[in-house]
């Protein structure tokens, strides 16, 4: 379900249970598989391990079904293609195509949903099953706040997409941490 879901189902539980909710960003389960052929399942940065004791990293992937008007199908598979999905199949019944893609579970958990509905006025349908987990080129990335690692700003990403999501988060905290505090660079 999408954002709009989300709020909802929080503002519920918090008037009708008196809870006191914080929404977290969804994470994924990554499999690392060490060089002594350990595997272990990482739900977390702070898991994560050193990089020269990791043979492999395993990324869990779905199968999407995606039932689309035809005129919006080239920016839905463009949608697709930058969450680095591949594509599987392409039908069509009459103006409606029904488009089959592998994505990766983490480019999907977030707001796949709300942005295939918001390039597609609404009428896209989105369907999706797992797929299993695949190698990827995955890296763990730390910033540094006064020259110091800080957990709670770690993520996992894909390497194709490090620098780009280590420079939004960057972005975020210029213009949420006072100046004078610490040095941002």
Known sequence: LGMLHLEVIQER???????????????????????????????????????????????PWICATIMVPDQYLGVVMSLC??????????????????LKYRLPLSEVVFDFYD???????????LDWEMDGYMDSEIAKLTILINSEPVDALACIVHKSKVEQRGREICLRLKDLIPRQQYKIA
């Open 13 to 59: 539980l918090e008037r009708e249970f008196n809870l006191d909710l914080t929404a977290t960003a969804p994470g994924v389960v990554y499999q690392i598989i060490s060089k002594n052929g350990i595997l272990r399942e990482v739900h977390n940065p702070h898991d994560f391990g050193e990089v020269q004791d990791i043979a492999s990293i395993k990324e």
């Open 81 to 98: 293609n930058n969450k680095r999905g591949e594509k599987v199949d392409l039908s069509y019944s009459g103006n409606t195509a029904l």
């Open 115 to 125: 942005r295939i509905k918001s390039i597609s006025k609404g009428y896209a349908s």
